[in-house]
């Protein structure tokens, strides 16, 4: 449609919901306008006995589909362009589909309507630098490997190789308790003897044990700043969350060789059951997603560029069935997250 203007809106925030509603119109020449363009478009479809496809005149397409069908249309149309500048004028964060009232429609009047949307949440007062200092402060154990550590890792490698070695069908002497020898530890990979075998398995350890230490301040400090984060959620985005666990879920039985209903049966559970299950981690789910944005888009953090590219051309390499953009986009999210928790973590 080619008139665009700036359309008069009244937006109202409806409370608790994290919803608004805006009502707005558009002028009579503008809804003529699109009247007409959607006359013109339904004529080159409609097929009327006695004349061509798209040849028939527009008086007689027009008694065919009906006055109210045809403003019905034209205001679809009309509305849905004009709702697009409305949010940007009014710099409305618009999420899901909008519920459109018509409340006035007549040809050669304005039209006027009444939209309800939800919109992603605005976070006000939030001191996440003062919860991170919070969280940053508690004591934390150190990524100590003691020798008792690498002992019970190098046992647990001891009794794997033996499994191994019996599943290939060998004789008696296989039984005996495995000596770990220089040799042996050669044939495992790269190492010199035993003490270099020891030494890159505490190497290992510590750097896994780090890790995991890490991963364990994340979920406190998720938790810390998810309690604190008081603002309604949109049942939309929870919506969404909860299809896009449903999907993760899935994919993972699938893989197992599984249907998702013969799971669901083996559980006696219904899809409902479980994303009433979920629920709570979706909440948080969703929370954790508005806090990063929020944190990044006040703090002006982005991802790395250099980085994504190196990881998308990683993963094209060896999944070429990705979409480009894709990858592009999941790869910019989680290392701009990263990014954030790195900012956080540096809160002292």
């Given at each position: 449609?080619?008139?665009?203007?700036?359309?008069?809106?009244?937006?109202?925030?409806?409370?608790?919901?994290?919803?608004?509603?805006?009502?707005?119109?558009?002028?009579?020449?503008?809804?003529?306008?699109?009247?007409?363009?959607?006359?013109?478009?339904?004529?080159?479809?409609?097929?009327?006995?006695?004349?061509?496809?798209?040849?028939?005149?527009?008086?007689?397409?027009?008694?065919?589909?009906?006055?109210?069908?045809?403003?019905?249309?034209?205001?679809?149309?009309?509305?849905?362009?004009?709702?697009?500048?409305?949010?940007?004028?009014?710099?409305?964060?618009?999420?899901?589909?909008?519920?459109?009232?018509?409340?006035?429609?007549?040809?050669?009047?304005?039209?006027?309507?009444?939209?309800?949307?939800?919109?992603?949440?605005?976070?006000?007062?939030?001191?996440?630098?003062?919860?991170?200092?919070?969280?940053?402060?508690?004591?934390?154990?150190?990524?100590?490997?003691?020798?008792?550590?690498?002992?019970?890792?190098?046992?647990?490698?001891?009794?794997?190789?033996?499994?191994?070695?019996?599943?290939?069908?060998?004789?008696?002497?296989?039984?005996?308790?495995?000596?770990?020898?220089?040799?042996?530890?050669?044939?495992?990979?790269?190492?010199?003897?035993?003490?270099?075998?020891?030494?890159?398995?505490?190497?290992?350890?510590?750097?896994?044990?780090?890790?995991?230490?890490?991963?364990?301040?994340?979920?406190?400090?998720?938790?810390?700043?998810?309690?604190?984060?008081?603002v309604a959620i949109p049942e939309v985005l929870v919506a969404s969350e909860l299809s896009?666990?449903?999907?993760?879920?899935?994919?993972?039985?699938?893989?197992?060789?599984?249907?998702?209903?013969?799971?669901?049966?083996?559980?006696?559970?219904?899809?409902?059951?479980?994303?009433?299950?979920?629920?709570?981690?979706?909440?948080?789910?969703?929370?954790?997603?508005?806090?990063?944005?929020?944190?990044?888009?006040?703090?002006?953090?982005?991802?790395?560029?250099?980085?994504?590219?190196?990881?998308?051309?990683?993963?094209?390499?060896?999944?070429?069935?990705?979409?480009?953009?894709?990858?592009?986009?999941?790869?910019?999210?989680?290392?701009?997250?990263?990014?954030?928790?790195?900012?956080?973590?540096?809160?002292?």
């Amino acid at each position: 449609m080619a008139s665009h203007h700036s359309y008069k809106a009244t937006v109202k925030e409806l409370a608790d919901t994290c919803e608004v509603e805006i009502k707005s119109s558009i002028p009579a020449e503008e809804f003529e306008a699109a009247v007409k363009d959607t006359l013109s478009d339904l004529k080159k479809e409609v097929s009327l006995p006695g004349f061509r496809k798209g040849m028939a005149p527009e008086k007689v397409v027009r008694e065919k589909i009906g006055e109210a069908a045809l403003l019905a249309e034209a205001a679809e149309h009309a509305i849905s362009h004009a709702y697009g500048h409305i949010l940007e004028a009014e710099k409305i964060d618009a999420i899901g589909q909008p519920q459109v009232s018509i409340t006035k429609i007549a040809s050669g009047n304005p039209l006027e309507f009444t939209v309800r949307t939800a919109v992603v949440p605005k976070i006000a007062k939030f001191d996440y630098k003062a919860i991170a200092k919070r969280e940053n402060a508690k004591k934390t154990e150190p990524a100590e490997v003691t020798d008792a550590d690498v002992e019970k890792a190098v046992e647990d490698i001891k009794k794997n190789y033996a499994r191994i070695g019996k599943s290939k069908g060998t004789d008696e002497k296989e039984k005996a308790p495995i000596e770990l020898t220089d040799e042996l530890v050669k044939t495992w990979g790269e190492f010199k003897d035993v003490a270099d075998f020891k030494s890159q398995l505490r190497k290992n350890l510590e750097a896994e044990k780090k890790q995991r230490l890490v991963e364990k301040r994340r979920i406190e400090l998720v938790d810390a700043l998810s309690k604190e984060l008081e603002v309604a959620i949109p049942e939309v985005l929870v919506a969404s969350e909860l299809s896009r666990m449903k999907g993760q879920m899935s994919h993972d039985i699938e893989r197992m060789g599984m249907k998702f209903d013969d799971y669901l049966k083996a559980l006696k559970k219904t899809e409902d059951d479980l994303k009433k299950e979920w629920r709570p981690d979706a909440i948080k789910r969703v929370k954790l997603d508005l806090i990063l944005d929020h944190v990044a888009s006040v703090e002006k953090i982005t991802a790395d560029k250099a980085r994504v590219e190196t990881e998308v051309k990683h993963a094209l390499e060896h999944h070429k069935d990705i979409p480009e953009e894709n990858a592009r986009n999941y790869f910019s999210q989680i290392l701009l997250n990263q990014a954030v928790f790195e900012f956080l973590e540096k809160q002292k």
